[in-house]
């Protein structure tokens, strides 16, 4: 147990230790109204980072289905938190008080609730949280009292680092005049509303981005074997996809034009708007030179043939010493010549 403890400290530094906009309001807060005030800011940090170990430690699987299913509504309201507060920060005068009393500014309840605002609108802490859990290896637990020395540590690990953060940073208030302190105050709030700027615009952008790519928008791709062109055009368009003819063949038992074969395969899922590469049958047979096949072998003939897309009809045999070799070549019950000009796919006839 005392192992898990001190892991649970260690992951309540690890959990505060990250700059981004909470660390920016507490090194304003702290140069502001000194170590003190800081501090009492940072608690609201504090508050925060314990109850997420509370929640990581009791609802790991409720707290990871909640955030992905309403991820971008936590994210708008954290943008929409964290610009409110860089804009109160850039445009109120946090010494307006001193100056009216004529004393040191101190820090009230409503910096600790700012600070606690700031360090909710950044949803992805709870993963944070829950990652360091795992890494610790400390989220095994029973889910009951026994876990509250956990859940203590977690929190005295977080203030501890924020007691030393605005303890060192203090040390330099002094050396600041109340200008500069003004301009720190201004620019802190500045980079902070930037931060929930730019959280928005990665939203927008994520948004846009899934209407043009049609993000998550998925169907499957119908058969259009047999079709002809026109019909799978119309059947393309209807089911959101398009057409583009890449290749053609020709095969003698299938009807002219339509489509021999397609890329994606039926079935298969794409995305809306997809191009669809169809290979057509030809209307006409594509013409290739007839080879000089005598005195080959039975085997290289049928290679040759083969290779210029042409096929082994009948074998005619006679009485010859040259065994196995062509002796003629004949396309339909008629010798035919060398370099004659034929239709792909016909059959030619072998004399051996």
Same mark, same amino acid.
């Given at each position: ?204 952008? $994520?948004? =846009?981005? +899934? *209407?043009?790519?049609?993000? #998550?928008?998925?169907?499957? &791709?119908? /058969?259009?074997?047999?079709?002809? @062109? ?72 049928? $290679?040759? =043939?083969? +290779? *210029?897309?042409?096929?082994? #009809?009948?074998?005619?045999? &006679?009485? /010859?010493?040259?065994?196995?070799? @062509? ?26």
């Amino acid at each position: 147990m005392l192992i898990d403890i001190l892991k649970s400290y260690l992951i309540g530094i690890c959990a505060a230790a990250p700059l981004g906009p909470i660390a920016i309001l507490v090194l304003q807060k702290t140069l502001h109204y000194g170590h003190r005030g800081g501090f009492t800011s940072a608690l609201g940090s504090t508050l925060v980072d314990t109850t997420y170990a509370i929640i990581s430690i009791f609802a790991l699987a409720i707290v990871k289905e909640f955030v992905n299913v309403h991820q971008n509504i936590l994210l708008i309201c954290g943008g929409i938190i964290l610009m409110g507060v860089g804009y109160s920060m850039a445009m109120r005068d946090p010494f307006r008080k001193m100056k009216e009393d004529g004393g040191a500014p101190a820090a009230t309840w409503k910096d600790f609730v700012q600070a606690s605002l700031t360090a909710i609108s950044n949803p992805g802490a709870i993963f944070i949280m829950l990652a360091l859990f795992t890494f610790f290896n400390v989220g095994d637990q029973p889910q009951d009292l026994r876990v509250a020395p956990l859940i203590i540590a977690v929190a005295l690990g977080s203030a501890t680092w924020w007691f030393c953060f605005t303890w060192v940073f203090s040390r330099w208030r002094n050396s600041f005049k109340f200008r500069t302190l003004m301009w720190i105050n201004r620019i802190s709030g500045i980079l902070i509303g930037i931060i929930g700027l730019a959280l928005l615009a990665v939203l927008l952008s $994520a948004f =846009l981005l +899934s *209407r043009i790519t049609h993000h #998550g928008k998925v169907i499957r &791709v119908p /058969d259009f074997t047999g079709m002809t @062109v026109n019909q799978a055009d119309q059947y393309a368009h209807d089911a959101s996809l398009r057409i583009d003819i890449a290749d053609s063949v020709f095969v003698k038992r299938m009807a002219r034009g339509a489509v021999f074969s397609q890329n994606p395969k039926p079935g298969a899922t794409v995305k809306t708007g997809r191009r669809v590469m169809l290979t057509i049958n030809a209307m006409n047979a594509k013409k290739v030179s007839m080879p000089n096949l005598v005195g080959y072998s039975m085997r290289q003939a049928k $290679a040759e =043939l083969n +290779s *210029r897309g042409l096929t082994l #009809g009948r074998l005619l045999y &006679v009485d /010859d010493m040259a065994t196995n070799n @062509v002796l003629r070549q004949l396309y339909k019950n008629r010798q035919i010549e060398a370099g004659r000009m034929i239709d792909s796919g016909s059959e030619i006839d072998l004399m051996v």
